[in-house]
């Protein structure tokens, strides 16, 4: 009655600090008053012309502003994008750190190879929990992706509801009969939603992504008529692609082999937690592939992006310990190609035409379907939540862009379409007495991380970069015969900031005498591509410069060829 008298609510920021205008390192950061809660904390794989860099994640400046300290991270899913930067954000996080059974799972892992733990920080939830922490309550909704367990927030606020959806398509029909919670979505815009902060990926797909069963009729297909093996490969974390084939081979009384770490890994959590199903008797160890008739055999295999440390890639060249492939034989690339992977996957394609396998690919058959919701999906759920502000999240700036069109385009019933907020990376949205706004923008950035936590480093340039003023950098130069793919002479190596004096000189010999020996015990197959060679150059090198000198310089081979 007396409103005015009230002290207004007080203000609720939310800060983009990566994942608007690229893909990868997802990280929001909600704030009110001295309170701070991040939702998720993600990684990007490196683009290639950044070598020697394994990881890239979000700048922290802005926590820093805001004293470095935050009381909860929230995350929607398991994903590199979304779970990645977990090891390099938790010294500053006091509160839970709160995910799904599945996405802890995952992350466990990750925290372990950091040498961390969450400890009491580990908050497990299920869909329609809710968590309180200051003057937030996040409450956790069901949607369905190209995982199991995954989650929207319904972040209560001070000012209203924030709706986040995370990564998400609308399947009705998923793997697991866990479907997207479209009653609660409805029944949170019913109530009235303040803004609503939606997944991008999929805009310009018109119509609807598809169901992960989709996929069923075009493997079935292949198990029918490939007389060899068959070998999938697609990403390790896809739980339902997984079961998908397990539940195939089973009906085509063929054996199932994991290979490659993270396909293994990841089907032991899966199927610990019961989010994996493997019918008794139909697994087989991967060194055991080679006592199954090929007729008889499945195979999940990492290397769908074409990654030269991964199985397929090893297998494509005839240099895997367990599994080979050749003439009666099926691979099937299950995943869509990460952009800036194209030349990669089409080494690995290559070396497996020559051995006369037959390919198939998303391109040939429906063998992958996106987890994220195409132009009617993002609509329907626009539609649901009627939210007041609308900011596009997860996408390159025209991807966001487009998403504002289409939102404009929704009326969400007797309402006045959303208000858009078209943000940035860095971009300070707030929300209070006035309404919903950009006041500024904050100092974000990208950190590159190179070996697994161990060297952070700033800025964009490689020679800028910590990493190198501690343990310089090392370029093996080496020269290949084009046709013969023989070494030619033995390879110089350049060193800039690589410190041991005196013992350089020796050091640098040594290696350049060790790098021959390495390339000459390459396979042939190894030796006739590049993105193979120069992978185990810089890992073997390493590895030799660490024993030699304690140090770990980043190594950059350069292959000519003649
Ligand atoms: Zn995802
Ligand atoms: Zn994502």
């Given amino acids: 009655m007396f409103a005015s008298s009230t002290p207004p609510s007080p203000a609720v920021d939310i800060v983009p600090l990566g994942g608007l205008g690229e893909f990868g390192l997802n990280m929001l950061a909600v704030s009110c008053g001295e309170t701070t809660i991040l939702v998720d904390a993600g990684s990007m794989f490196p683009e290639a012309d950044l070598p020697g860099v394994d990881r890239v994640v979000p700048a922290l400046d802005y926590l820093d502003d805001r004293g470095g300290r935050v009381a909860a991270l929230f995350l929607t899913h398991g994903h590199e994008d979304h779970i990645g930067a977990v090891p390099y954000v938790l010294p500053r996080v006091d509160g839970p750190v709160v995910g799904t059974p599945f996405t802890l799972a995952m992350l466990d892992n990750k925290i372990d190879e950091h040498g961390q733990e969450l400890g009491q920080r580990r908050r497990e939830i299920r869909p329609g929990d809710s968590v309180a922490v200051g003057p937030f309550r996040v409450e956790f909704i069901r949607v369905t992706h190209s995982m199991p367990d995954c989650v929207a927030l319904a972040i209560h606020t001070p000012q209203g509801v924030i709706v986040h959806t995370g990564d998400f398509k609308i399947d009705y029909t998923p793997l697991d009969h866990q479907p997207t919670d479209l009653a609660r979505l409805g029944a949170l815009g019913a109530q009235g939603v303040l803004a609503l902060l939606a997944d991008s990926t999929n ?28 070998v999938v490969a697609s990403f390790a974390s896809s739980i339902y692609r997984m079961q998908l084939v397990v539940d195939l081979a089973a009906q085509f009384d063929r054996q199932v082999a994991f290979v490659g770490r993270g396909m293994v890994e990841n089907s032991e959590i899966a199927q610990r937690l019961g989010y994996l199903r493997v019918p008794a008797g139909i697994a087989v160890k991967d060194s055991d592939v080679g006592s199954v008739p090929p007729g008889d055999l499945v195979c999940l295999v990492t290397g769908s992006q074409g990654e030269p440390q991964a199985a397929l890639s090893r297998i494509a060249i005839d240099d895997h310990r367990h599994v080979s492939v050749g003439h009666d034989d099926t691979v099937v690339f299950s995943a869509r190609a990460i952009p800036g992977n194209e030349k990669s996957i089409g080494r690995v394609v290559n070396h497996l035409a020559r051995r006369g396998v037959d390919v198939v690919t998303s391109d040939t058959r429906h063998v992958h379907v996106s987890g994220h919701g195409s132009a009617e999906e993002l609509k329907l759920v626009l539609a649901l939540v009627r939210p007041r502000y609308f900011v596009p999240v997860h996408g390159e700036y025209r991807q966001l862009a487009r998403h504002a069109k289409v939102a404009q385009a929704v009326t969400g019933g007797t309402d006045a379409p959303a208000t858009v907020l078209l943000a940035e990376n860095g971009h300070r949205i707030r929300f209070d007495h006035e309404g919903g706004r950009v006041v500024d923008s904050v100092t974000t950035g990208r950190v590159l991380i190179d070996g697994t936590g161990s060297g952070e480093v700033d800025g964009e340039m490689i020679r800028d970069r910590r990493q190198l003023a501690a343990d310089g950098l090392v370029v093996p130069v080496v020269v290949m015969h084009r046709q013969t793919r023989a070494r030619q002479g033995v390879p110089e190596l350049v060193a800039r900031g690589f410190v041991p004096e005196g013992a350089a000189g020796d050091v640098l010999a040594d290696g350049a005498a060790f790098i021959a020996s390495v390339i000459d015990e390459c396979s042939a197959g190894e030796r006739s591509d590049e993105g193979l060679l120069k992978e185990r150059i810089r890992s073997e090198f390493r590895r030799f410069l660490k024993r030699r000198t304690g140090r770990r310089p980043m190594v950059l081979p350069v292959v000519m060829e003649i």
Wanted: hydrophobic share 30%.
């Fill in 203 to 230: 805009i310009d797909r018109p119509g609807v992504t598809g169901s992960e069963s989709d996929v069923k009729d075009a493997f079935d297909e292949v198990l029918a008529t490939t007389t060899g093996k068959v």
